[in-house]
């Protein structure tokens, strides 16, 4: 099962409104492709995707999130899986590709290589049915009903590795993107996020 297959799915169902945060590399520019919307969000940091993606569902509970995760990045903040387990926010789903590698870094193999079951570990944690997807039939459905839960949902979608780095349509950087996000939901929910500081003089 492929990354952007999924991707492509996935997309296909979402409504216009609704929130995607991502994770770096493949998946980021997969869904810049797929779906080029203001909407979308890249963070940063390794591990902060299902966590940042959490705080927004708090946030803005009458608004769809999604969170695009991987292994590698999911592996680095187990810790948000009981956050996620206690909160149980419904308006979150959690899509997390699990091609068993870090790709990004030179393919080196993640602990779900080996025994690492992060499904299981979920369950653990406490979040109530965990799918885990090796078909893209599989994952058809599960995303339909992770689009329409009534309670925080979690997806692995074990894909393959890439192989090379997917090319984004166009050139973006995180600072923008990260201004461009603010002022969406700004206007979408008719809050302010960012103040001007123009009438400020500031001395380095």
Do not use: W
């Amino acid at each position: 099962m492929k990354r952007f297959d999924c991707m492509q799915i996935l997309v296909s169902k979402l409504a216009e409104d609704s929130i995607v945060l991502s994770t770096l590399a493949n998946t980021a520019h997969m869904l810049q492709k797929l779906r080029p919307s203001d909407a979308n969000f890249f963070p940063l940091n390794l591990g902060c995707c299902t966590a940042t993606a959490l705080g927004l569902a708090l946030a803005l509970p009458h608004r769809r999130i999604v969170a695009l995760d991987s292994d590698g990045n999911m592996l680095l903040n187990l810790s948000v899986l009981p956050d996620l387990a206690n909160q149980n926010p419904p308006n979150l789903g959690i899509v997390l590709f699990d091609n068993e590698a870090y790709d990004a870094s030179g393919g080196l193999p993640s602990a779900t290589a080996g025994k690492g079951d992060l499904a299981a570990l979920a369950k653990a944690a406490g979040i109530n049915q965990p799918v885990t997807c090796r078909s893209l039939a599989e994952f058809e459905q599960s995303v339909g009903d992770l689009l329409n839960a009534s309670e925080t949902a979690f997806l692995v979608a074990k894909v393959e590795k890439d192989g090379q780095f997917f090319n984004p349509p166009t050139p973006y950087n995180f600072q923008e993107n990260k201004f461009r996000f603010a002022r969406y939901i700004e206007r979408t929910e008719g809050v302010t996020m960012i103040t001007r500081l123009d009438h400020l003089k500031v001395i380095l």
